[in-house]
């Protein structure tokens, strides 16, 4: 069965330093997203990515965020400059298309920790 | 906006007992009505989901959940509970209206004592 990978599985970092994270959606998935849960709140929205371009942010992702598909496979998140806030699960998802009935296929997750 | 609540955090059941996980919703326009599971160290996994027609939709592992128009609901249930189906579970919505984010509950722990 497909999956969505992601990489790294846990990053640890210290406040201010830019960090990268990684997935590969399912290939023939046309859209992207970025949620995050921080540790016992609920999963929230980041950012949804279609046809290169972002295509809704959550009051979330501020300028300190950027996401990127730099070739054919692999979706990026980056935060600029890590605050102790930015400590969360981080999921990527895809899904085939963007009807309302659409179905999101997760990854496992990058846990980041910024001390 | 859209919102979902989950108002338990954790729901105790034993092995063979039925077994209910509530969710409420709130969105503007008809809503699209998902569950999903998380078993450790994994990503979230669809379910089930509720777009339009019978109120009772089934899903995997034999779950099956309620849709309620005018309690705003849709309920999780499993006749029979197993071990197994120890997990997070997460309800989420998505406003019929457009845009491109679901909307996810807070998550509830569901644990199935032997």
């Known amino acids: 069965e497909p999956e969505v990978t992601q990489t790294p599985s846990h990053q640890v970092t210290q406040m201010g330093q830019e960090v990268i994270l990684r997935c590969v959606p399912i290939s023939n998935h046309l859209y992207f997203y970025w949620y995050r849960q921080i540790l016992g709140q609920k999963v929230e929205f980041l950012v949804s990515f279609y046809n290169n ?9 501020d300028d300190q965020f950027s996401v990127e598909r730099p070739d054919g496979s692999n979706f990026t998140l980056k935060i600029r400059s890590t605050k102790l806030e930015d400590s969360a699960m981080y999921f990527c998802a895809s899904s085939r298309d963007f009807s309302g009935a659409n179905v999101l296929t997760f990854g ?3 846990r980041l920790t910024v001390l | 906006a859209q919102s979902v609540a989950q108002p338990e955090d954790q729901v105790n059941v034993a092995e063979g007992n039925p077994l209910t996980v509530k969710c409420t919703y709130s969105v503007s326009g008809n809503p699209y009505l998902f569950w999903y599971v998380q078993y450790p160290n994994r990503g979230l996994q669809f379910l089930l989901k509720y777009i339009t027609g019978d109120n009772l939709v089934k899903g995997s592992y034999g779950f099956e959940a309620e849709f309620n128009k005018s309690q705003t609901s849709f309920h999780l249930k499993k006749p029979s509970a197993l071990v197994s ?20 509950g ?9």
Do not use: H, M, N, Q
């Open chain 1, 53 to 61: 371009e972002i295509s809704e942010k959550s009051e979330i992702f």
């Open chain 1, 108 to 110: 496992a997750g990058s």
């Open chain 2, 85 to 104: 189906d120890s997990a997070l579970y997460f309800c989420a919505v998505r406003d019929g209206t457009g845009g491109f984010k679901t909307i996810f």
């Open chain 2, 106 to 114: 807070a998550g509830t722990r569901l644990f199935v004592k032997a």
